[in-house]
């Protein structure tokens, strides 16, 4: 028996791009509704030749035409939309160049027919992937009341019940290497609008990068710390111990008394101190993505591992399920959303869990050292007390 | 370099079950805060000789002790107790015998500080059943105001933020096999006692089974509903009909449009036609668990299946655990209880899960097949429109 499924257009677009990659620099599946329409390459070549904008190495055209991103170059909507697109693009490629047997990232450009639409690059079963996803979105609409009374509860000034035009544009990535000793990250940053009345408007950004590691390396936490440091202090030198800490608190596993993993920066409702500026610090940070995680894919893809490395790190990936399918806001908003792209949204899945019965290392095993440090989290950078967390 | 856990008292309490099995009838181990104890097997045998009630066959001594059990041999809270210790030790024995290799269930006898306690039975990585848990619990104490506010959400007529103390009474369970020719069952029956005046108590009982095959087999489906309907049919003949659309309404992960398996019986807040005759209609459905399933392990359990079929099985296993982690009340309600007892809630989840980027079958395949029954519910035993849930 063989098992097929839509995967089909997606899997033959794969090797194509395998093939064709240097000739063309991406391929693209948009689903609307239930039916899957391979993007047409040739609109992608044509947008770029007429572009003043460069898109050439974008993972496919944006979600907003190229002219209608020309005339508004320096709306917010336009800036962040192209600022992901190339974190994305940047992002993937980085990656793709860590795979030794050449796996490329599988590339959806895909619709939504409330408006806006979104580009899912997944990269599943490689050699030092096992599960790569880095998705952008750029959506409007009207708010859902699910929305409007989360963000109520979080301390916007929204009347309920208020029917409100929105605009949201993120990037979202979760990585899960094959090698236990490559730790997994996941970031996100977004930025929202939303016209609160006939003529005002209320924007702000949010989005965090942190790493979760399977086995602890304290020098990669503290040089994937420190360039998450360097990148806040440009802007803000507060931002840093608060974003770290908010991060700690944020990746609670708050049943098992653990952090998802050794932390980051993290967060919300970013509106000061002015659009601006809050732009370039959002940028800097998604800008040390690469700086921060390529080099431990680097250093650790190779390192040898056994058989009892592979079942801790799957025993981790169950607990990183549990913090998204329980905890996480934006896989819970998102999946109770009514038409959500929910495979965009379960890309952060890993490609295998597992859950055993009342397994707790010993404390002095390398598999104890770690749940102490996601027990009670540490100050890597020698900040001072208001950096970690109460437990 | 070699894990070790907590499991060692466990691992060395299954092998010494292994062993004495003939001799003694069970060992249990209860939690008490973080530290294990070994449940001192004398105290159980002391229990049995001066016991009227007959409690030779259990897993564990039962969580309340025999004298307040005897005396109060008429009260539900004791008549449930007796009956849901039944069942798990019925449950387990079968399901022991039908394990080649003589794995037993490890026996986990704890008890909270609040009041009350629990017994967790886990056969984990046996020939047969690659994950399975028992689970009895009998506690007591004040309901947090997170299920007050459940149970008013629900319609219970309570007063917000009133001080109400409980007892409630449960066995669940969930048998995931290794074999994707058996299907995975799930069953869980339990009662309720809320005094909410100084003079009133209200009561109710609820409960289920249900069905998660990874490969249709319309014979077992309708054997399955058969037991069922006709535990149900004993009680009211309305019933089988009401709680087949329930399930199929409850066990939904809406995200996906699919249901988790193929059905069975769901039903909450249970409190007529008397006390008496409800718990009569809830111990007819949790006898019926054995008649319902073990006859499907017994026949397929050595089915011959290849690579495809177990990577659809565990790809299956994760649609199971996105609905228990993400919607089902029970789950989500216990993780949000402070001081719950996380182990036995998580034991539902499958020893490994698996999550693939668009993963679709073709219609036309086996594996298409099922996903087809699991976005439109099949009325199995042709009792007409009412059967089927809308989708």
Same mark, same amino acid.
């Given at each position: 028996m063989v098992l097929q499924s839509c995967m089909k257009t997606v899997k033959a677009s794969w090797l194509f791009a395998l093939t064709q990659r240097k000739k063309l620099r991406y391929v693209g599946a948009a689903l609307i509704g239930t039916g899957v329409l391979v993007y047409e390459s040739s609109r992608h070549k044509a947008e770029m030749a007429k572009?003043?904008?460069?898109?050439?190495?974008?993972?496919?055209?944006?979600?907003?035409?190229i002219a209608t991103l020309e005339k508004n170059k320096n709306d917010m909507k336009s800036k962040m939309e192209l600022m992901i697109m190339k974190i994305q693009a940047d992002f993937c490629h980085a990656l793709e160049q860590q795979e030794v047997g050449g796996a490329k990232f599988v590339v959806d450009r895909w619709e939504r027919k409330e408006g806006g639409g979104g580009i899912t690059c997944v990269l599943q079963d490689g050699e030092v992937l096992e599960k790569a996803g880095v998705n952008i979105s750029v959506v409007s609409g009207v708010l859902p009341a699910a929305a409007v009374a989360q963000m109520r509860a979080r301390g916007k000034n929204f009347k309920e019940g208020q029917m409100m035009p929105f605009f949201a544009a993120g990037v979202s990535s979760v990585i899960h290497p094959r090698n236990p000793m490559v730790p997994t990250i996941h970031f996100n940053y977004r930025y929202f609008e939303v016209q609160d009345s006939e003529t005002t408007t209320q924007w702000w950004f949010g989005g965090g990068t942190d790493l979760t590691p399977y086995y602890l390396n304290v020098e990669d936490a503290k040089h994937f710390h420190r360039e998450l440091q360097k990148a806040c202090d440009k802007h803000d030198k507060s931002y840093y111990r608060r974003f770290k800490k908010w991060c700690d608190d944020y990746f609670h596993i708050t049943h098992r008394g653990e !952090?998802?993993?050794v932390g980051g920066i993290f967060f919300d409702d970013l509106d000061s101190p002015s659009q601006e500026k809050a732009f370039q610090f959002v940028t800097s940070c998604a800008q040390a993505v690469l700086p921060s995680y390529i080099p431990l894919v680097q250093q650790h893809k190779n390192d040898g591992y056994g058989y009892a490395e592979r079942q801790w790190q799957l025993l981790r990936r169950g607990r990183y399920v549990e913090f998204n399918l329980i905890y996480d806001r934006g896989t819970k908003f998102g999946l109770y959303t009514?038409?959500? !792209?929910y495979e965009s949204i379960l890309?952060?899945?890993?490609?295998t869990a597992r859950w055993e019965y009342m397994h707790v290392p010993v404390p002095s095993s390398k598999e104890g050292e770690l749940v102490e440090v996601l027990k009670n989290p540490r100050d890597w950078l020698g900040?001072?007390?208001?950096?970690t967390a109460a437990a």
């Open positions: 572009a003043k904008i460069d898109i050439s190495d974008f993972m496919a055209a944006p979600i907003t035409d !952090r998802r993993g009514p038409g959500a !792209r890309m952060s899945l890993p490609l900040i001072g007390e208001a950096a």
